[in-house]
């Protein structure tokens, strides 16, 4: 599957999709660093009740080429940017979550990076940063009731994980839970849960000859980490390996969404990859029913409504990525501005569908879709992004 540039790599690695959850109780504490400290703030907790009106927010990154050359967390509420703080740059923001009437969003900053975790737009601190050639990264929030998750992984800059974590944070208290791997190199994309179970989705990591290591797709429940299955197209004898991009649950099903491959040669030479759906943890290769020869893709984000599954993705052509979104299975093409975009994340409202990402060639333009229309958020002057998107009706 072709690369096309710096930042659609970043973000085939750290595509966050909103969650929609709902009641969770207790988590067991585990010591893993870094942390968020708990907001001393104090935070306001309720639902808003109903005028009818819809916000829609998403976060990103943006840039331009003077004073954010190299990147500002922020968020756009209804289109309008807001940059968000940090004490060093760049820095990015990957998920958005309100609680009550806080807005809630996090991220990271500087180099080494440190987790960010941003209240109403101001920087909640870490308590502690990476040191040496270590980073750290918020790469997804999601709220139940009156708790808010936050996931969070440490890497090294070859992008193999060390720790991964996720917090419930209620008020001033956190409460730390690890999210441990066989090989202790787990990372976390995505987060939602389900009574007293908090499911966490992202990857593995594993050793399959000397010459060839890779990412599986694995999900934790709680903290007991389970891989993901493979459909019946990979043959047994294949080295299997992937990503999982977003979970969500809906009643008793857990449904999760990402990107697999197979390899039949003990180097790791891959023909292409392939969008997967998992429900109750059996896997689904989705359609790729579209004109074109399609050498790939993935499958980035997943909602749940009134018993429809809403899947966004991407399937790759040898000139380029065009954005898809599944509904049951169905696919049908997202209309993009430069013929080249990834979605990275999708809320649905009602009978409305909204999918966030990137439009861009040779610079990224942050963006959403409706329904099926794109709006752009940025001018394509330079590289912006947009990670996740919410959508709240009061």
């Given amino acids: 599957m072709r690369k096309t540039f710096t930042m659609k790599r970043f973000l085939k690695l750290l595509i966050i999709v909103l969650c929609t959850i709902t009641v969770i109780t207790s988590c067991s504490k585990s010591g893993v660093t870094p942390k968020i400290k708990p907001d001393t703030t104090g935070t306001k907790t309720g639902t808003t009740t109903g005028t009818g009106a819809i916000d829609v927010y998403v976060a990103g990154t943006y840039s331009n080429l003077t004073t954010y050359l190299h990147g500002q967390a922020c968020y756009w509420k209804n289109g309008t940017l807001v940059l968000l703080p940090a004490p060093s740059s760049p820095s990015q923001a990957f998920s958005i979550s309100v609680l009550g009437s806080d807005v809630y969003v996090s991220g990271c900053y500087g180099s080494p990076e440190s987790p960010a975790l941003w209240k109403n737009g101001l920087l909640i601190p870490s308590e502690s940063a990476p040191t040496g050639p270590w980073g750290a990264r918020a790469t997804c929030t999601a709220v139940s009731n009156n708790t808010l998750y936050v996931g969070i992984d440490t890497y090294t800059y070859t992008n193999i994980a060390t720790t991964?974590?996720?917090?419930?944070?209620?008020?001033?208290?956190?409460?730390?839970?690890?999210?441990?791997?066989?090989?202790?190199?787990?990372?976390?994309?995505?987060?939602?849960?389900?009574?007293?179970?908090?499911?966490?989705?992202?990857?593995?990591?594993?050793?399959?000859?000397?010459?060839?290591?890779?990412?599986?797709?694995?999900?934790?429940?709680?903290?007991?980490?389970?891989?993901?299955?493979?459909?019946?197209?990979?043959?047994?004898?294949?080295?299997?390996?992937?990503?999982?991009?977003?979970?969500?649950?809906?009643?008793?099903?857990?449904?999760?969404?990402?990107?697999?491959?197979?390899?039949?040669?003990?180097?790791?030479?891959?023909?292409?990859?392939?969008?997967?759906?998992?429900?109750?943890?059996?896997?689904?290769?989705?359609?790729?029913?579209?004109?074109?020869?399609?050498?790939?893709?993935?499958?980035t984000g997943v909602a749940v409504s009134n018993n429809d599954v809403y899947i966004a993705g991407y399937l790759s052509q040898i000139n380029g990525e065009e954005p898809v979104l599944w509904k049951n299975g169905v696919m049908t093409q997202l209309p993009q501005h430069t013929g080249d975009a990834l979605p990275s994340g999708i809320a649905v409202n009602g009978s409305d569908v909204y999918i966030c990402g990137i439009d861009g060639v040779s610079t990224n333009s942050a963006c959403y879709w409706k329904n099926g229309t794109e709006t752009l958020l940025t001018d394509g002057t330079s590289d912006c992004a947009a990670h996740g998107i919410l959508v709240v009706q009061h």
């Fill in 164 to 299: 991964a974590e996720y917090l419930a944070i209620t008020g001033t208290k956190s409460v730390e839970s690890g999210l441990p791997d066989g090989n202790n190199q787990p990372m976390v994309k995505s987060i939602c849960a389900s009574g007293s179970t908090v499911y966490s989705a992202g990857t593995g990591y594993i050793t399959f000859t000397s010459s060839f290591t890779a990412t599986i797709p694995v999900y934790w429940a709680n903290s007991n980490e389970q891989p993901f299955s493979f459909p019946s197209e990979f043959g047994s004898a294949m080295y299997k390996f992937g990503v999982a991009y977003g979970i969500t649950t809906s009643g008793t099903n857990v449904y999760a969404v990402g990107e697999i491959n197979g390899s039949n040669d003990p180097n790791g030479a891959s023909v292409s990859s392939a969008p997967v759906l998992w429900k109750n943890n059996v896997a689904t290769i989705l359609s790729e029913t579209a004109p074109g020869i399609w050498t790939g893709g993935a499958a």
